[in-house]
């Protein structure tokens, strides 16, 4: 389920069984490394939405969490911690964080929320087959991750 009108309808009426949030952080800049942030940025989109397709009656994916490349690792850290403790207080018992940052990595252990990070696959230059191939790849990868993380807490 998506965040939108629709989804938000089905998700109010099964709340019960969706107990996982997808969020995706895109790290946001108009100077240094513009595009390779932008590709960052497309890529966790790409992949969050189709997470979202392949576990559309557990999942809710939220909007992205965006932040300034230049920020604080410590500011982003803080304001990432009141999502994760708002989706929590919203009977959300998995939250998982996708990112291809790796700044994230080094606070990982502190975010109360299960990081996916993967690193951005450029799919720009791919044709539409290539790049369903390439995602459809990363889906395989992640769904194991997810559903022993499902299974290891329940």
Known sequence: MKWQVNDIDKFLQAKEYVDTAFLPLIPVTSQNHLKSIVAMGDFMTIIS?????????????????????????????????SWIAELKQGGFEH???????????????????????????????????????????????????????WQNRE
Do not use: C
């Not at 997470?51 to 909007?63: H, V």
């Open 49 to 81: 939405r189709e997470l979202e397709r392949q576990f559309q009656g557990r999942g809710l994916l939220f909007p992205a969490f965006t932040y300034l490349k230049s920020e604080s690792p410590e500011e982003k850290k803080e304001r990432l911690l």
């Open 95 to 149: 939250i998982f964080l996708l990112s291809s940052d790796a700044d994230w990595k080094t606070v990982e252990s502190s975010l109360h929320a299960d990081l996916i990070w993967l690193p951005t696959i450029p799919l720009e230059h791919m044709d539409f087959t290539n790049k369903q191939q390439v995602i459809a790849e990363q889906i395989k990868q992640l769904v194991p991750l997810l559903t022993n993380t």
